[in-house]
């Protein structure tokens, strides 16, 4: 069982890219108790089946409830998870031993992977050093690393970025990670054409369907992307019980089929309907 959780959708940055539309005007949060108690009760569902539990934490900026994420941290760690990680624009960081110091306690909390967001857009927020000290601290603490790179059109790419840190990764264990930007969120404002469009719906199921993602407002997908469909919500955290919403996912047969064959498989019966699927308008990100 994977579940990524919005603490908010409060983000220090307003990169123009953002599919969430994060900003520091973002005050919706789920309550500390509220996120507890639903990694409690993943914590027993999980118990009851395989055990597998994974808990990731995401935004906006989780680092920006601070106490909160730690104790959320604690919480993964007592119900047994066997990874709990964190994506991170690194703000942070301007200090490297002020990030050491606060690494070391989200290691200690449970927490041992960390993404990093780093990118065109995110450098008009962020210095390059700060990603440097927001590294050599994780390494330091025992964190594993990935960092992750947005693509659009003409956009820096990963060999890139390695190249502006060369001086502090030889002998490091860290993780790469490309993904095409989506026409979502405050990323619809952005040209058109500068999005990476393939040719009609991507064959092959999404990888992150069937990852459960609590959103800053409490509302329950089963996908770790933002689309925030209606027909896609299995509920709301403050109204039903995870249990009944873990259960709606597992007995969806919409869902099963897109977790096996995923969206393709849906096209044919479409177009005998009349509904046609232009080339140049979906972004492959399987």
């Given at each position: 069982?994977?579940?990524?959780?919005?603490?908010?959708?409060?983000?220090?940055?307003?990169?123009?890219?953002?599919?969430?539309?994060?900003?520091?005007?973002?005050s919706e949060r789920l309550p500390l108790s509220k996120l507890t108690g639903l990694i409690d009760a993943a914590g027993i569902i999980s118990a009851s089946e395989n055990g597998n539990l994974r808990i990731s934490f995401t935004g906006g900026e989780p680092f920006l409830h601070f106490n909160d994420l730690l104790e959320c941290a604690k919480t993964a760690k007592r119900n047994g998870a066997y990874r709990?990680?964190?994506i991170t624009n690194c703000f942070w960081a301007a200090d490297f031993d002020n990030a050491l110091k606060l690494l070391k306690e989200v290691k200690n909390a449970g927490i041992d992977h960390l993404s990093f967001s780093y990118d065109q857009y995110h450098s008009s927020f962020i210095e390059l050093e700060q990603i440097k000290n927001a590294f050599k601290a994780a390494v330091e603490s025992g964190i594993e690393i990935k960092f992750k790179i947005i693509l659009f059109k003409g956009s820096e790419r990963a060999y890139e970025f390695l190249e502006k840190i060369s001086d502090i990764t030889p002998g490091k264990r860290f993780s790469m990670e490309e993904l095409p930007g989506l026409p979502l969120g405050r990323a619809m404002n952005l040209e058109r054409a500068m999005f990476l469009f393939g040719e009609g719906i991507p064959s092959g199921k999404c990888q992150g369907i069937g990852n459960m993602l609590v959103t800053y407002d409490g509302d329950v997908y089963p996908c770790c992307c933002p689309t925030f469909s209606e027909a896609l919500c299995l509920g709301n955290v403050h109204t039903d019980s995870f249990y009944d919403i873990y259960q709606k996912m597992n007995k969806s047969s919409l869902l099963k089929i897109l977790m096996t064959f995923g969206p393709?498989?849906?096209?044919?019966?479409?177009k005998k309907q009349g509904i046609e699927f232009p080339e140049g308008t979906y972004v492959d990100i399987a």
């Open positions: 069982m994977h579940i990524s959780i919005m603490i908010s959708n409060e983000c220090n940055y307003n990169c123009s890219h953002c599919i969430e539309s994060s900003s520091l005007n973002e709990i990680d964190c393709y498989y849906f096209v044919p019966f479409l």
